[in-house]
């Protein structure tokens, strides 16, 4: 058994590890509250965008008056691409080993076309880097609030590698939240947009034409729904982290239980042992 000493060293090494991960539970969940806020903000008008898009889009493929807006235009599957949004850092339970997973899954399924990553987080792009998977792209140190001009760089990126024809078509890998406890990952197609496939109620007029407005809507709409992914990815994130660091202030806790029951056992063995010393030299004398 360890000694008295040693066990006392190592509850307070444990002591000192269970303040840190409550402090940063604390600020995990003060972080969460801000951002769960803009996620709730943000759903309705990316919703409302791409509904919009897509009646625009199933109009103008009908008209077929012009030819149809680069991102829109379907082609041969020859590349996919992937954007795949992680955190830069750890400490949050699986949150960023759900998400590398399900990439991973998804590129060793893709026998017949290539497949390349743009990367948001470092810990995406630090594991397929490893693994020599083609990346195009990487984004980091996005911060704890990502603001809209950075999804519109990263939306500029996507539309110019699909102008392009590097990529053909191009999904979002990222982490719904639900709730602070729950969170889902998710791949959402992203380009070519798709016409909607549910009949409108009644004829649709726009003013000006549907052309213009796609022209106009199209990379907004892009930029909506990369900002709206990296607003559910940092919601998760904090939300596992908090998820995370409260189980390692609760298990540091049983630990110290464990370690302090531990070191009174081997002080009463240890006093046990002095006790027995003295009366074996006291009998010894007589």
Request: neutral net charge.
């Amino acid at each position: 058994m360890a000694g008295v000493r040693e066990i006392r060293r190592r509850i307070r090494s444990v002591s000192n590890m269970q303040q840190i991960t409550k402090a940063m539970k604390m600020v995990a969940a003060a972080k969460l509250r801000r951002a769960q806020e803009k996620v709730v903000a943000s759903r309705p008008y990316a919703q409302q965008i791409q509904n919009v898009l897509a009646r625009l889009a199933q109009v103008q493929a009908q008209v077929q008056t012009e030819e149809a807006h680069p991102l829109l235009t379907k082609r041969p599957v020859k590349k996919i691409g992937y954007v795949l949004i992680t955190a830069d850092a750890g400490l949050c339970g699986g949150y960023n080993s759900n998400l590398i997973r399900l990439a991973r899954g998804l590129v060793e399924e893709q026998a017949e076309q290539e497949v390349a990553l743009l990367t948001v987080g470092r810990k995406g792009s630090d594991y397929f880097v490893r693994r020599q998977v083609e990346i195009l792209s990487r984004f980091t140190g996005l911060g704890d609030s990502p603001d809209f001009n950075q999804a519109r760089k990263i939306a500029s990126e996507i539309i110019g590698l699909y102008t392009a024809g590097e990529l053909d078509e191009v999904y979002l890998i990222y982490s719904k939240f639900i709730s602070a406890l729950t969170q889902q990952p998710t791949v959402a197609k992203l380009l070519p947009i798709e016409p909607s496939t549910e009949k409108a109620e009644g004829e649709y007029i726009f003013d000006p034409s549907p052309e213009q407005l796609l022209e106009q809507l199209l990379p907004s709409y892009i930029e909506s729904q990369v900002f709206s992914a990296l607003l559910e990815s940092k919601a998760s994130e904090m939300g596992a982290r908090m998820t995370a660091m409260d189980s390692a202030t609760e298990n540091a806790k049983e630990m110290i239980d464990k370690l302090t029951l531990a070191m009174n056992r081997a002080r009463q063995a240890a006093i046990t042992t002095e006790i027995s010393e003295i009366v074996g030299g006291a009998a010894a004398l007589e």
